[in-house]
């Protein structure tokens, strides 16, 4: 096997702070735990201006190099310009010994070994984004992934989803888990000052959701759950809001329980601890996961979670979620009420700690070496 690369450029040109949910908390876990890993790799961070000051601010520059290339994430042509072209052509000039593309998406054709971390099959069984994006995204996902060095998947049922839906042998990918998210026991806003924000009463009872206002997460079936929950209870949306907020409000109001949803939008790390304390359950009622972070973020508080019947959730939450199927909202209600009455699971702590950014970052480390090696 061949030794652990000298100099690695980490592809972070997806980051928006504070927007890219599920893969900014896979940046912000991975990357420092691979450099307190493997202190002698140097590890240079590629990203976009907002992205780079705050990592900047963060102090990332106590670890990592700090790169920015495209000037405005929401700049979507700029954006894929840096990742197809001057990303790899960066690396090439400053000798890096690999690219590790960190979402997904990656640069079609490099000289430099690559690396990509494929989280999901979201965007080729569903159109979560416009039609042109996506349509822009299966092609390139699917171009790099076949040229690619090494990949990485964060599930074993993430890894049979992707390779389907890619093309590609399952064994061509590493199971690399991710670790767990937030940690509790932080800075967190006072359950009074949250309920006074979000208009709950003081004797209602708080489902709360974590997870991106988007289709595929099926806040929807949450929606359609509140006429079978007892009338004390509210369910609380936090994520950032896209167009899929509004139509949840207006579900709502057709269904006449716009009363019991709070569309809180994204909220601080200060205001999520407080909205976990303030919870009696937490819900995921989503459609397409490639791991499921706010599954362990739940079970680390030994909050009472129910969540959609999928594989993946399954390997990430083992026994202690109360499962439900996806399209049921009855028996989405049925999981709810029986989380919040049986309290938090056994063992529920345990099983989250199960999963680690330490282990991550030595499966990343050992992938790298693997794709070096050719093997």
């Not at 890993?37 to 670890?63: E, I, N, Q």
């Not at 042109?132 to 995204?137: A, D, I, P």
Request: charged share 25%; aromatic share 6%; proline share 6%.
């Amino acid at each position: 096997m061949s030794p652990a690369p000298r100099h690695v450029g980490l592809n972070a040109l997806f980051f928006e702070p504070d927007r890219s949910a599920g893969t900014e908390t896979y940046l912000r876990g991975l990357v420092p735990a691979m450099a307190r890993a493997s202190p002698d790799t140097r590890l240079t961070v590629v990203t976009t201006r907002k992205g780079a000051a705050a990592l900047v601010a963060d102090g990332w520059t106590d670890f990592a190099s700090v790169v920015q290339l495209a000037s405005d994430e929401g700049q979507r042509a700029r954006r894929m310009l840096s990742e197809q072209v001057r990303y790899p052509v960066l690396g090439r000039r400053r000798g890096w010994d690999l690219l590790h593309s960190l979402a997904s998406v990656a640069p079609v054709r490099t000289a430099t070994p690559s690396v990509i971390t494929v989280h999901d099959a979201t965007f080729f069984r569903m159109a979560t984004f416009n039609l042109v994006t996506t349509l822009g995204m299966r092609a390139i996902v699917r171009a790099a992934a076949r040229r690619a060095d090494g990949l990485i998947a964060v599930s074993e049922a993430g890894r049979r989803d992707v390779a389907e839906a890619l093309g590609i042998p399952p064994e061509r990918f590493e199971v690399v888990f991710n670790g767990a998210g937030r940690r509790p026991g932080g800075d967190a806003e006072a359950a009074d000052a949250l309920r006074a924000r979000h208009g709950i009463a003081a004797d209602a009872r708080v489902v709360l959701c974590v997870a991106a206002l988007r289709p595929h997460k099926n806040q929807a079936l949450l929606v359609r759950a509140l006429g079978s929950l007892p009338r004390d209870v509210v369910v609380v949306l936090a994520g950032h809001p896209e167009a899929y907020a509004d139509e949840l409000v207006a579900l709502a109001a057709d269904l006449g329980v716009a009363d019991r949803l709070r569309v809180a939008g994204y909220v601080s790390d200060r205001e999520l601890e407080g909205l976990y304390r303030l919870a009696a359950c937490a819900a995921l009622p989503t459609l397409a996961e490639g791991f499921g972070l706010p599954v362990l973020e739940a079970l680390r508080r030994e909050l009472p979670l129910a969540c959609s019947d999928l594989a993946v959730l399954h390997e990430v939450g083992g026994d202690a979620p109360h499962y439900f199927d996806p399209r049921d909202p009855a028996g989405a209600a049925r999981a709810i009420v029986a989380a919040i009455d049986a309290g938090p699971a056994p063992g529920a702590r345990a099983q989250a700690e199960r999963f680690t950014w330490e282990a991550a970052a030595e499966g990343t480390l050992a992938a790298y070496e693997r794709a070096l090696a050719g093997t």
